[in-house]
């Protein structure tokens, strides 16, 4: 996955989604609407995202670090953590396996 250039300016919006979000909280229906519906918004949190999992700023997200993306969601739809259950770590494999096909 490569990040196109350009960035948008932040807002009190974004901040409310930063710190929502990246702290283990799951969003609700209206935050959702909000960063979906609002170009700005939602560009700023992307931008905000990529920054954060591009960890050797190469502009371009490889599999190892989209990891924490993956386990982020999993933790949000209730999986347990990577490497605690056979059932669960098959899903996280097949979603890194989807991933990588993505990347090519």
Known sequence: MEKSKGSSSGSTSTEKIKTSGGNGQVLDGSD????VGNEEVFSSFVDHKFQELDRDRDGKLSLKELEPAVADIGAALGLPAQGSSPDSDH??????????LSLL
């Open 32 to 35: 959702i609407m909000e960063l």
């Open 91 to 100: 899903i996280y494999t097949e979603v890194s396996n989807i991933s990588s």
